[in-house]
């Protein structure tokens, strides 16, 4: 029986009200000297998590990725792929991801399909997934290839809805994403609406490129966020979101 120590984490972080950070790293805009020195800055900032995965990743180079991550750190290194075939059985986990904000079938249940065997075979963990896209001002890479339309980033009781059915469908975590070089991250009222209608960890990601706009995401109920293209332009936000995380966390403790 594999394991289910990322979603046994996940929910730790839930039920104590701490806060986590993941930093994304997609293989195509990582080559190995920037992924070297952002290895070593998520070390020393204690990232919780790293994702690794893109809407395209057309280089091949995710094992590479993956292998790398995984001999320069132990932070639990988790797949976040856009198709079937960005597998690769060396991470730690998979978040098995359905698009519930869409219509498209592939992604609800076909790439699925065809993933299946392969991570059956695998000693991945799988983490059953509902993945939310949710306008972001601009078309994004994410809703282009998934020939999908986001949710809308103003009504927060539909938004809310979606992920209550994604629950009770039997989804262990939701991730609400504003898509990669997001303009504006996923509205505070959005976030607070799905906070307060699921139970199942929550994770942020798209738009959160400062510290203030981690922060709206984190007080808003967001158990883990996830920073990529920003980090990817300035290497130093990752440290300012960490401390962001980590002040929050450390305010728990105090009271």
């Not at 800055?41 to 292998?67: A, N, R, W």
């Not at 994403?177 to 990601?205: F, H, N, Q, W, Y």
Request: hydrophobic fraction near 45%.
């Amino acid at each position: 029986m594999k394991s289910d120590r990322l979603v046994q984490s996940f929910n730790k972080f839930r039920a104590d009200g701490r806060k986590a950070l993941a930093v994304l790293f997609d293989p195509d805009d990582t080559d190995e000297r920037s992924l070297i020195k952002s290895l070593n800055v998520c070390l020393e900032q204690k990232v919780d998590y790293i994702f690794v995965g893109g809407s395209l990743v057309t280089s091949g180079s995710l094992h590479e990725v993956v292998s790398m991550i995984k001999s320069y750190t132990d932070i639990p290194c988790v797949l976040f792929p856009g198709n079937a075939i960005q597998i690769d059985a060396s991470a730690d986990a998979v978040l098995f991801l359905s698009l519930i904000s869409g219509r498209n079938p592939e992604l609800l249940i076909g790439q699925h399909v065809v993933a299946a065997p392969v991570v059956k075979r695998s000693k991945l963990e799988v983490v059953p997934t509902g993945y939310m896209l949710v306008n972001s001002g601009k078309p994004t890479s994410a809703s282009y290839i998934s020939n999908s339309q986001p949710l809308p980033n103003d009504k927060p009781s539909l938004v809310a809805s979606t992920a209550l059915a994604g629950e009770m469908l039997g989804l262990r975590t939701m991730y609400m994403d504003a898509g990669s070089g997001a303009e504006e991250p996923i509205a505070p009222k959005v976030v607070r609406a799905v906070r307060s209608a699921v139970e199942v960890p929550l994770i942020i990601g798209g738009g959160l490129n400062t510290p203030f706009k981690a922060k709206q995401a984190l007080d808003a109920g967001a158990d883990i966020i996830v920073i990529g293209n920003g980090a990817q332009k300035n290497l130093n936000l990752v440290t300012e979101v960490s401390e962001v995380v980590h002040f929050y966390n450390e305010a728990l403790n105090v009271n």
